[in-house]
């Protein structure tokens, strides 16, 4: 099973704040911003406190207040500060680190409550381009460092997940407008990455499509009865981990035998993965993307 981590590295707060390692210990030997903990042999670890308290550094830190002012502040002074940038400025960087706390210390409150004063600003669409797509992307950084657990990201994905079948609901009833196509949406073979196309899957409702999202690790032999049921299909999905390497050529060579050779159908592939297809024009109606946004652009 694995640990989860209520302790930091210095090098754990670099990866979580952007801060250099060498730039934070200047910090705190010089200002005295943050009370490391010491083991038997003198190393330093950081519990959750400091990593929050230096998230908010950073926070005003990046809104032009110099080191030496933010370390004379009182307790008080400096969370009313940092309260008052986040309600007169943008509150991106802000949500974003203040999610990063409410996955370390898994508090689901904290992450009901920043997702909300989000909404008071922001339509859902803009809170996950702003700020779930760049926590995301953070997150897969700090899994890969050993800064998070799995349990972290889990806990962080799921949240997610939940505000975007609840925004999905919305306009999954609402009858579609448009009717020259239907997108079906789905995950390759052992693919469990799934916020980026359940996302897409809520664009392209919003859009007035009629969308059939199939989720997760769907054999392509799985797809072949759509075709029977629709005149017109686009087919969406998204390489995160899978198809790897070795097989994603012959993969893409399998879709468009199984799926839209001589036909009106076609495919929209997008996820870091395919960095891994050598000849992305292959096919006329394989169609690669290097973001949701890109996808959404250019198809919607």
């Not at 730039?23 to 943050?34: A, H």
């Not at 004379?72 to 802000?94: G, Q, R, T």
């Not at 789905?186 to 799934?194: G, M």
């Amino acid at each position: 099973m694995n640990n989860v981590k209520n302790v930091f590295s210095i090098k754990d707060l670099e990866n979580l704040s952007g801060i250099k390692a060498h730039t934070i210990r200047i910090w705190e030997k010089r200002y005295n911003v943050l009370e490391p903990m010491r083991s038997e042999t003198n190393i330093r670890f950081y519990d959750i406190k400091n990593l929050q308290k230096l998230l908010s550094i950073v926070l005003l830190h990046n809104y032009g207040y110099k080191i030496s002012k933010i370390s004379s502040l009182s307790h008080e002074e400096f969370n009313k500060l940092a309260n008052d940038i986040i309600s007169e400025k943008s509150a991106k960087n802000h949500a974003i680190s203040t999610f990063k706390v409410a996955m370390m210390n898994f508090d689901q409150t904290l992450f009901f409550n920043t997702y909300n004063k989000l909404l008071n600003e922001k339509t859902f669409k803009e809170v996950f381009y702003s700020v779930f797509i760049p926590l995301m992307q953070e997150l897969g950084f700090l899994w890969q460092t050993d800064t998070i657990s799995p349990a972290h990201e889990h806990f962080i994905t799921y949240l997610i997940k939940q505000k975007l079948l609840i925004n999905t609901e919305k306009v999954q009833i609402l009858t579609p407008t448009k009717e020259d196509k239907v997108f079906v949406l789905f995950l390759p073979s052992n693919e469990i990455h799934e916020l980026g196309i359940m996302y897409l899957n809520y664009e392209i409702l919003l859009n007035g499509y009629q969308t059939i999202y199939l989720g997760e690790s769907i054999p392509i032999d799985s797809l072949l009865d759509l075709k029977s049921a629709f005149e017109k299909i686009t087919f969406v999905s998204y390489f995160t981990v899978e198809p790897n390497q070795e097989i994603i050529e012959d993969y893409i060579d399998e879709m468009h035998e199984k799926l839209i050779k001589d036909s009106d159908n076609e495919i929209l592939i997008l996820g870091r993965m395919t960095a891994e297809i050598k000849d992305k024009n292959k096919y006329k109606n394989i169609h690669i993307f290097n973001s949701i946004e890109d996808l959404t652009s250019s198809c919607l």
